[in-house]
């Protein structure tokens, strides 16, 4: 387990949250044949994609020799898979390491390093380019890289053109890069804009990092789903409901993340001081460990880790009784204020059973107004 995974409360219900739609039927998708000189190129017009925070690069130099190796004896490359954006461009979903270890070789510099890029001196490399870069290569080698052509499966969605949802699905089900992509993961590379820019520049918030208990970002992005989370469950949207007044929080935080509201350059600055102002209220107030949970067996002492439910409470009840004015000035014992709330039973409660209910994120928001600072919002 990793530093990242040790340090958020688990809550069952979100970590069965699944959901399907229909928008797949409205998937259609071709092969072609592309060469690495078309995708090298399509790669530097900007015609081909990576997401704002792809996954690093993460095959080390053996492995990338391995695979150019591979290239020049002309054994076969295993698919790739690309979506094609309203606006004509090529989004990689699935072949990402490939297509860049060639890119890398042909440029001539290791993406791993940041070095030249020579092949490993290896036996596992054939001894006529063992410990060789590219222009270092007889010209007919190097025709014979930019020449090969590696099948492409190119998806796109036809209707609706305006709702990319479909994407998501389609990253979350045939992504094989190695690791199951998280879902912060996949929205950074299907809702790319200028709202996933400001989840990347909102998460290195000092007091934000504070508050999440790592001092740099998470490598899997769940951080920023939080501060994507704050949004949607903050905003006046909520809750669309499906028939059994529950939602799918996947689906959901999808489903705002592409909506048009916060495509829009004059919604993000008022987002952005409202999430800053929020983070800051709440850090001062409650301290490094505001969204922690107390332990069981020692209820005057607090688990040493993140809580989403509890987050969900304590940021939007501060940003509610923040943007209506209506936080006490005067000097109040928050932590104490806090702790009290996490005895009362009936939050016990909200904050851990049917956690994705419409009816009980609303209340456990409610209850924390009540208790932090006495408002009965309505």
């Known amino acids: ?141 190097q025709r014979k890289i930019r020449g090969i052509t590696i099948h492409a499966i190119i998806f796109v969605q036809k209707q609706p053109r305006d709702n990319d949802t479909s994407m998501y699905q389609v990253f979350e089900r045939i992504n094989t890069g190695g690791r199951t992509l998280l879902p912060q993961e996949i929205r950074n590379c299907v809702y790319q804009g200028s709202f996933n820019s400001l989840l990347i520049e909102l998460n290195r918030n000092q007091k934000w990092r504070n508050l999440y208990g790592l001092p740099t970002a998470d490598s899997r992005m769940r951080d920023m789903e939080f501060i994507l989370r704050f949004f949607a469950l903050s905003s006046n949207e909520l809750l669309i409901s499906n028939e059994d007044g529950r939602i799918s929080l996947k689906k959901y935080l999808n489903e705002f993340m592409r909506s048009s509201d916060v495509r829009q350059s004059d919604k993000l600055d008022p987002m952005q001081k409202n999430f800053i102002q929020t983070v800051s209220l709440v850090h001062d107030r409650f301290g490094s460990e505001a969204f922690h949970n107390i332990l069981p067996k020692e209820p005057e002492k607090l688990i040493k880790k993140f809580n989403p439910t509890i987050f969900d409470s304590i940021m939007i009840a501060s940003y509610l009784a923040a943007s209506r004015g209506l936080v006490d000035t005067q000097d109040k014992d928050y932590k104490k204020l806090k702790l009290e709330l996490l005895h009362k039973g009936e939050y016990k409660d909200l904050i851990k059973v049917r956690t994705t209910d419409i009816d009980r994120i609303q209340k456990r928001v409610l209850l924390a107004l009540q208790y932090l600072y006495s408002i009965d919002y309505k």
Request: with cysteine.
């Open 1 to 141: 387990m990793s530093k990242e995974e040790q340090i958020i409360d688990v809550v069952t219900d979100e970590q069965n949250d699944y959901y399907s739609n229909d928008d797949l039927c409205n998937i259609t998708s071709w092969g072609a044949h592309l060469s690495f000189r078309e995708l090298i190129a399509q790669y530097e017009e900007g015609a081909l994609l990576k997401s704002e925070l792809q996954r690093h690069y993460v095959w080390d130099k053996p492995e990338a020799s391995r695979f150019i190796d591979s290239v020049l004896l002309g054994l076969p490359i295993p698919s790739i898979f690309l979506a094609k954006t309203i606006d004509e461009r090529m989004l990689i979903i699935d072949g990402y390491q490939r297509i860049m270890t060639v890119y890398d070789f042909v440029r001539g510099i290791f993406a791993g390093d940041g070095k030249v890029f020579k092949l490993s001196n290896s036996e596992k490399i054939n001894k006529k380019w063992r410990g060789k870069a590219f222009s270092e290569l007889p010209e007919s080698d």
